[in-house]
């Protein structure tokens, strides 16, 4: 029997990352499509050859992988240059995720999680997914978590949030919604655990 795949997303801040991680330790094997794209952009990823390609040289860095600061600057100023990028990138990570589902699938395990960053955005991955758990918290809280964790002012937050979908809409697409805003790792692991529980766990 095929197991359950589960969406997990979230806007950044929203503490999806750690929420990944607690399910992993419920028993739940996790596909990272971020950590397969940011492979993918390494030094000497599959996707290198592709970027170059389409975007020049100057946007590799000496040590043959993406320069993701001058990509950054150029896709949020420029709808055109990400969509190009994604569809570079994203049909390598979906193949990438593809054999990892596939390895997870022939351990039995009932439930996997995908944690894709951009689900909702990307149009492509709800049709793949049997559930989407959607991680949310306030634009505040979001705004919050960032400035402490990456040291970023407040205007490259805002921009990076407003590259991203809206609440309204990420929520829209969810299954389930867990409300990530005022809860210690304790608690959080509580509803983690208790949503774990309805994926055989």
Same mark, same amino acid.
């Given at each position: 029997?095929?197991?359950?795949? =589960?969406?997990?997303? !979230?806007?950044? #801040? @929203?503490?999806?990352?750690?929420?990944?991680?607690?399910?992993?330790?419920?028993?739940?094997?996790? $596909?990272?499509?971020?950590?397969?794209?940011?492979?993918?952009?390494?030094?000497? !990823?599959?996707?290198?050859?592709?970027?170059?390609?389409?975007?020049?040289? &100057? *946007?590799?860095?000496?040590?043959?992988?993406?320069?993701?600061?001058?990509?950054?600057?150029?896709?949020?100023?420029?709808?055109?240059?990400?969509?190009?990028?994604? #569809?570079?990138?994203?049909?390598?990570? !979906?193949?990438?995720? %593809?054999?990892?589902?596939?390895?997870?699938?022939?351990?039995?395990?009932?439930?996997?999680?995908?944690?894709?960053?951009?689900?909702?955005?990307?149009? /492509?991955?709800?049709?793949?997914?049997?559930?989407?758990? $959607?991680?949310?918290? @306030? %634009?505040?809280?979001?705004?919050?978590? $960032?400035?402490?964790?990456? &040291?970023?002012?407040?205007?490259?937050? =805002?921009?990076?949030? /407003?590259?991203?979908?809206?609440?309204? +809409?990420?929520?829209?697409?969810?299954?389930? $919604?867990? *409300?990530?805003?005022?809860? +210690?790792?304790?608690?959080?692991?509580?509803?983690?655990?208790?949503?774990?529980?309805?994926?055989?766990?």
């Amino acid at each position: 029997m095929r197991p359950i795949r =589960l969406g997990l997303t !979230g806007g950044i #801040g @929203s503490g999806k990352s750690t929420v990944a991680r607690l399910l992993g330790e419920c028993g739940m094997p996790l $596909v990272d499509a971020d950590a397969i794209s940011r492979s993918a952009t390494a030094a000497h !990823g599959i996707a290198i050859p592709a970027i170059a390609a389409h975007f020049g040289a &100057d *946007f590799i860095t000496s040590e043959g992988a993406l320069d993701r600061v001058r990509m950054r600057d150029l896709v949020f100023s420029d709808a055109r240059a990400r969509a190009d990028l994604e #569809g570079i990138v994203h049909p390598l990570v !979906g193949q990438a995720v %593809e054999l990892q589902t596939q390895r997870h699938a022939a351990s039995n395990v009932p439930c996997v999680v995908f944690d894709i960053p951009l689900l909702v955005e990307s149009g /492509q991955w709800r049709k793949r997914l049997d559930r989407v758990l $959607v991680i949310d918290c @306030s %634009e505040a809280t979001q705004m919050e978590r $960032v400035k402490r964790r990456d &040291d970023l002012p407040e205007p490259a937050i =805002l921009r990076i949030m /407003q590259s991203q979908t809206s609440r309204k +809409n990420r929520n829209a697409a969810a299954d389930l $919604v867990l *409300f990530n805003d005022g809860l +210690n790792l304790q608690q959080l692991d509580a509803q983690v655990r208790e949503i774990a529980t309805r994926f055989g766990l």
